[in-house]
């Protein structure tokens, strides 16, 4: 053994000893007790702070409703989902046909008297048809059209994940027999020349 390369065997010795005792990944880095690399339970850290993130988010933003709406308020909201019967792509809200009209009138009537918006919801539908729903129920087959989109952001978060853990898995770097008897040769040429 030449005196640099016992230099540099004492020189890894020392950083084990000083971080810690953990085995050495391929790439020189110290692990610690777990086998992964050390800085990897803090990234481990960050991904989950961001998941409780993104749930926190998604449950705020699924039940928060504003606070206390006027009766104005949810008749025009209501009116804005249904859709007008005579009318072709309009909501009640929008269209100024007397079809229309009779609606309006016909959600403050309920509003006043204390019913819920899918009590009216429901009478409107049992009155003219599922097709004067504007959007969807929560429940039963249509209620995949909710649940659906929130599915396929879960499944492709997850597929991102899953490829930039394979991506960095593939950066450690082994050297093999064949490299190093090559560098060996390299540095008995350096020092004979």
Same mark, same amino acid.
């Given at each position: 053994?030449?005196?640099?390369?016992?230099?540099?065997?004492?020189?890894?010795?020392?950083?084990?000893?000083?971080?810690?005792?953990?085995?050495?990944t391929g790439?020189?880095?110290?692990?610690?007790?777990?086998? =992964?690399?050390?800085?990897?339970? $803090? *990234?481990?850290?960050?991904?989950?702070?961001?998941? +409780? #993130?993104?749930? /926190? @988010? &998604? !449950?705020?933003?699924?039940?928060?409703?504003?606070?206390?709406?006027?009766?104005?308020?949810?008749?025009?909201?209501?009116?804005?989902?249904?859709?007008?019967?005579?009318?072709?792509?309009?909501?009640?809200?929008?269209?100024?046909?007397?079809?229309?009209?009779?609606?309006?009138?016909?959600?403050?009537?309920?509003i006043a008297?204390?019913?819920s918006d899918?009590?009216?919801?429901?009478?409107?539908?049992?009155?003219?048809?599922? =097709?004067?729903?504007?959007?969807? $129920? *929560?429940?039963?087959?249509?209620?995949?059209?909710? +649940? #659906?989109?929130? /599915? @396929? &952001? !879960?499944?492709?978060?997850?597929?991102?994940?899953?490829?930039?853990?394979?991506?960095?898995?593939?950066?450690?770097?082994?050297?093999?027999?064949?490299?190093?008897?090559?560098?060996?040769?390299?540095?008995?040429?350096?020092?004979?020349?």
């Open positions: 053994m030449t005196a640099a390369t016992k230099a540099s065997t004492s020189d890894t010795a020392t950083t084990r000893s000083s971080t810690g005792g953990g085995a050495s790439a020189g880095a110290p692990t610690g007790r777990t086998g =992964r690399p050390a800085g990897s339970r $803090g *990234r481990t850290a960050g991904w989950i702070a961001m998941a +409780a #993130l993104v749930i /926190a @988010a &998604l !449950v705020v933003g699924v039940t928060d409703d504003g606070g206390p709406r006027t009766d104005g308020e949810r008749a025009r909201d209501l009116a804005a989902s249904i859709a007008c019967p005579t009318c072709d792509g309009q909501s009640v809200a929008d269209s100024d046909s007397s079809a229309a009209r009779n609606v309006r009138t016909f959600i403050e009537e309920r008297e204390g019913r899918d009590e009216i919801r429901d009478q409107l539908a049992a009155r003219y048809g599922e =097709r004067i729903l504007l959007t969807p $129920g *929560r429940s039963g087959v249509t209620g995949l059209v909710w +649940a #659906l989109p929130v /599915a @396929a &952001l !879960v499944v492709a978060l997850a597929g991102v994940a899953l490829a930039f853990r394979r991506w960095r898995g593939r950066g450690v770097v082994r050297a093999s027999d064949a490299d190093r008897a090559l560098v060996e040769r390299v540095r008995k040429r350096g020092a004979a020349g």
